[in-house]
């Protein structure tokens, strides 16, 4: 039997960088060097002509050897989640969009053969895609042309809140390995009608935050104080509930419901 082990999952979205309204990647990036690791990397092809790059044979590094493209560019993934046994590996990705569970499941099988167990990408329930390894010619190619690049997704998801008459209130921002900061504001119902909103101004202090924009400012209150966040637009005050991050449904919302994000460089996607 194969052992997971899980590693904590990044506050819900964690996150990077084309957007749908919005600019594409913020923080400029340098491709990863694979040359010296070429000679243990294996790659993937899934049914869908994307690729999976993984390290051979798995140790401590593995979590920074996983890459998921098209063969020409290959987005370094986020794992959170490795297993490994004499039967093959398992990896758990961030891929925001699955439901039902955690991420990208990903399966690969160190057996050869009909009788061995399959190679798989899975994206939920009954939506398995069968993976198959490159012979070594060919997998030698891809690593030499292709160009490995960090994670596409750059931002992660801030707050989200919402009134009692459905509008939604979202900021995400730059994660810290990409500077942080930078935080974007979004408003509207959540079926496709999320705007982005030029930040006018922006506070953070222990009292709390504000994201001012033309139209009214969303201000939250120091852990202290113990108060919901709110929206002020003109003299009304509208006191706002907020949604966890960490929930699968948040999440879903987050990046699929709203319809804010473009590609996120993931499997599942």
């Given at each position: ?86 039967d ?25 053969g009909?009788d ?79 705007k ?69 460089g993931t499997?599942?996607?």
């Amino acid at each position: 039997m194969r052992k997971r082990v899980v590693v904590a999952l990044l506050a819900l979205g964690s996150s990077s960088a084309l957007a749908a309204p919005g600019p594409g990647p913020t923080a400029k990036v340098k491709p990863i060097d694979t040359t010296k690791m070429r000679d243990k990397l294996d790659v993937w092809r899934d049914d869908s002509g994307h690729y999976v790059v993984d390290l051979r044979e798995p140790g401590d590094d593995t979590e920074s050897w996983v890459f998921y493209g098209d063969g020409k560019t290959m987005y370094q993934q986020r794992v959170f989640g490795t297993g490994a046994s004499q039967d093959g590996q398992d990896l758990t990705l961030w891929s925001p969009r699955v439901s039902q569970q955690a991420g990208a499941q990903i399966t690969l099988s160190a057996h050869n053969g009909p009788d061995a167990p399959r190679s798989t990408i899975s994206c939920g329930p009954k939506q398995d895609h069968a993976l198959t390894l490159l012979p070594a010619d060919q997998a030698k190619g891809l690593l030499a042309r292709a160009t490995f690049l960090p994670p596409l997704w750059q931002r992660s998801s801030h707050i989200l809140a919402r009134d009692d008459e459905g509008t939604y209130y979202f900021v995400d921002e730059l994660r810290d390995e990409f500077g942080g900061g930078q935080p974007r504001f979004f408003m509207g119902k959540k079926a496709g009608q999320m705007k982005e909103y030029p930040l006018t101004n922006v506070v953070s202090d222990p009292a709390g935050e504000v994201f001012a924009v033309k139209d009214g400012s969303l201000k939250t209150f120091g852990a202290a104080a113990i108060k919901p966040p709110v929206w002020r637009h003109g003299d009304t005050v509208t006191e706002l509930t907020v949604l966890d991050l960490t929930e699968p449904a948040t999440r879903l919302i987050i990046y699929r419901d709203f319809a804010i994000y473009g590609t996120l460089g993931t499997p599942c996607d």
